[in-house]
């Protein structure tokens, strides 16, 4: 059989949002509105440009996913005082107290993945998929 490393990415990224579903159920939250906390737990007040630009996701999804989130009390948005057309997005107390269970339950993911794996294995799987995913950043 051709090796396609597309298929396989594709399995893995759809095993890993029917995982992060499950996990963050309780949370009433969703897979797709995890790039959002995870780009506003690097630093707040991000407008949308930016979380669209660090997560790689289009300006309707991350807008849907936003509001959903607004509306859930996870996040807050706020007119940018330099440029009236953006919001800038702050997360709210509710999320906050979350990101390190949030946190924990990703990294559980990619133990999933690398379980059994030799470190160095690891190192060179990581450093290939960040060299491919470069090529369109």
Known sequence: MEQNIGRLISILYRKGQAYLNVVLEP???????????????????????EICAYSCIDKAAIARAVQSLADKGWLRKEKDSSDKRANKIYLER???????????????????????????????MYNALEDMVKKFT
């Not at 009433?28 to 440009?49: H, M, W």
């Not at 990101?99 to 190192?123: C, M, N």
């Open 94 to 124: 509710q999320a906050l107290a979350q990101e390190k269970q949030i946190k924990r339950l990703l990294s559980s993911w990619t133990g999933h993945l690398t379980a059994g794996l030799e470190q160095d294995k690891v190192a060179v």
């Open 27 to 49: 949370f009433g939250i969703t897979a797709s509105e995890l790039p959002i906390l995870l780009c506003l737990y690097k630093g707040c007040g991000k407008t949308q440009e």
